[in-house]
């Protein structure tokens, strides 16, 4: 064991030294120098999720195939959803091990290595190199372009770009208390969805806005909702607080409306402070049954007249599964996907998946061709599981906030 933690040290060290964009052939070098390994490659999941990109160590056969592989049916979906490593034959008397590269429940991809002969230890410490390349490209991405690059697999528009920026840099997170995942489906010509979330100490903050409008306005208006969001969440303001500055910040630009959900869940308790902004309700997956969850709605960000926001109270229950949408889920031609059931026949799935089946069949429901963007946050709440009940103190509260509506 002491050996392999050295080893590890090795490559994380051997990383730092690299080119950022050289990651998978730190990895490939620390492979062969091990077990021989040969044809090792990283393939990354595209923006949009479908897709796989070919990432290969140079001097490898397979360095120039760039061309996206179709994810769906494939080894590698398998294996990303399942998140089990997979051995095979390859034909020529080696073993092909594919491996998913994975940081805290974000899929970045797989490592896909060929050996002459494999075995528990080797199986073993492919897994642990394949965990710090996971590390490794988290990091390495911050001072390259090579795995943004990679990812667009379409051509990508100015709208689009702004739009990507704006969420974050992964759409699936996993901690002790929950697991949530998101999907964003971009309209023809973009419009103006995002989504955010932030774990604190104590808070876990969700955030869904829908910018109104199409195309470049729609992203420059939700560029200046999401940073007047992050600015105030990031100064340690509350649901209530958010939604304020939010709301003048598009007062004092003229640049329009927009509507949202702000989340701050509490990790002790379970217990949701929120503000709907003009927002379509949620969806609640509890004990296996399926329900709207009716928020009182307030008017949206931007609206000039006078209004207050009004703080509500929601509390999860360990096994509740949480589900916030935009109305591209849900209007025009989505209207015809019934997403109460898909949400019901994929309760026992991870979020990462589920979210998938909501998407495809938003997509499936309007043809291939959104009008306007799609766009999905899932919650599951597992509970405190320091507490033997799982939850919090029923009823706790935090200083500072009193909520006039609780659910």
Known sequence: MEGADLELGELLAAAEAAPPGESVDVVAHDLQKRFGAERVSFLFVDLVGRRLVRLAATGDDAVGDTEPIDLQGSVYDEVLRSQRQHVEADGQGGQRVITP??????????LEVTLQSVHDTVLRQVRDAAHALAYIIVTDRRFTDLYHLGRRTTETSLAA???????????????DEFTLAAGLIPADDIGGDTYDYT?????????????????????????????????????????????????????SHSRGLATGQLFCVDLDTGLCNLVNAGHPWPMRVRDGAVEEVRL??????????????????????????????????????????????????????????????????????CHGSLRDDATVLMLDWHGNRRRPDGTGPAGTRRAGTRPDRRL
């Open 101 to 110: 590269v994975t940081n805290r429940g974000d899929c970045l991809g797989v």
């Open 161 to 175: 770009e702004i739009q990507h920026q704006l969420l974050p840099s992964a759409s699936c997170c996993e901690a």
């Open 199 to 251: 774990l604190d100490r104590d808070t876990l903050h969700l955030s869904i806005t829908d910018a109104m409008g199409h195309d470049t306005n729609s992203a420059l208006l939700a560029t200046l909702l999401v940073g007047a969001l992050r600015r105030s969440r990031r100064s340690g303001c509350d649901a209530l607080k958010q939604a304020e500055h939010a709301h003048q910040a598009l007062l």
């Open 296 to 365: 009182a709605v307030n008017l949206p960000f931007g609206v000039a007249a006078p209004t207050s926001f009004l703080v509500q109270e929601l509390q999860l229950l360990p096994g509740d599964r949480l589900i916030l949408l935009t109305d591209g889920m849900q209007e025009r031609g989505a209207a015809a996907a019934d997403l109460a059931s898909v949400a019901h026949e994929t309760r026992a799935l991870h979020p990462r998946e589920a979210v998938q089946s909501l998407t495809a069949a938003v997509i499936e429901a």
